[in-house]
T-cell receptor, first 113, second 113 residues
């Protein structure tokens, strides 16, 4: 158990809809990262938050947004969903050290129909 | 952007055999990480390497940080059925204050009992 909790485990929704994925980092970790894993693209970095503030952005679409709350949990919002957004979405957290490795949750499997 | 090339893409081995896989990059990395992903779960950190030439073991797993800092190797000795999964190498992308990781596309390992 990595200590990173993601909900829900599975999500099925229709095109055009909006969903919210939730992540609770490991106790004490201030950084939260979101990754998308699809069959053809592998693990792609989306966005990072550190202690409530956006720290880095990767290949995140404008239809997607995230935030980190004062209790350090994070939410990833996906809107105007398309079939191609179907993927596994992982949250990871890390400690404060510059070389602290990422610890991943078990992901949310999103299926857009 | 930075890319990591993993090989082989997949391998089928007999239980008890040793396994070797590698990861190369066109640019220098200061840290190499090896993760394993089981079906339906998030990647789990196996070994972290922080210094060129470093050789680190974790049970039957041994990983090395290449001298050129552009490659890394993971070896698994005496494979067992639970070694089945996808093995990813990863390295931190450039960017001050961020620890976003670039992942290889993975090596899928199948162990035949």
């Amino acid at each position: 158990d990595s200590g990173v909790t993601q909900t829900p485990k599975h999500l099925i929704t229709a095109t055009g809809q909006r969903v919210t994925l939730r992540c609770s980092p490991r106790s004490g970790d201030l950084s939260v990262y979101w990754y998308q894993q699809s069959l053809d693209q592998g693990l792609q970095f989306l966005i990072q938050y550190y202690n409530g503030e956006e720290r880095a952005k990767g290949n995140i679409l404008e239809r997607f947004s995230a935030q980190q709350f004062p209790d350090l949990h994070s939410e990833l919002n996906l809107s105007s969903l398309e079939l191609g957004d179907s993927a596994l979405y992982f949250c990871a957290s890390s400690g404060q050290g510059g070389n602290s490795p990422l610890h991943f949750g078990n992901g949310t499997r999103l299926t857009v129909t | 952007g930075q890319q990591l090339n993993q090989s082989p893409q997949s391998m089928f081995i007999q239980e008890g055999e040793d396994v070797s896989m590698n990861c190369t990059s066109s640019s220098i990395f200061n840290t190499w990480l090896w993760y394993k992903q089981d079906p339906g779960e998030g990647p789990v950190l196996l070994i972290a390497l922080y210094k060129a030439g470093e050789l680190t073991s974790n049970g039957r797993l041994t990983a090395q940080f290449g001298i050129t800092r552009k490659d890394s190797f993971l070896n698994i000795s005496a494979s067992i059925p639970s070694d089945v999964g996808i093995y990813f190498c990863a390295g931190p992308s450039s960017g001050a204050g961020s620890y976003q990781l670039t992942f290889g596309k993975g090596t899928k390992l199948s162990v035949i009992p």
